[in-house]
């Protein structure tokens, strides 16, 4: 190895890569069907002014943060 030479760095392995893509999806998943349950909590009247549907809003919320 010739000393004078610069080290290259590697871009990370594609399946940390995708593990990684994966995992910001889960966090912005999780945070969004939190947000969900926050609208759930005004009640359905107030769900309805705002134009949400409230069976969609509460079985969205209720999802697991893995599930599409």
């Known amino acids: ?7 290259v760095h590697r871009s990370p392995r594609p399946a940390t890569l ?3 893509l994966v995992m910001s999806l889960w ?3 999780r945070r969004r069907r939190r947000r969900l349950a926050d609208v ?5 009247r107030t769900m309805l ?3 949400f549907d ?3 809003v509460r ?3 209720a999802k697991p943060f893995w599930r599409a």
């Open 1 to 7: 190895m010739n000393p004078h030479r610069t080290p």
């Open 18 to 20: 995708h593990g990684l």
């Open 27 to 29: 966090v912005r998943r």
């Open 40 to 44: 759930a909590a005004l009640g359905e």
């Open 49 to 51: 002014d705002l134009g």
């Open 54 to 56: 409230p069976d969609i």
């Open 59 to 61: 079985a969205e919320a």
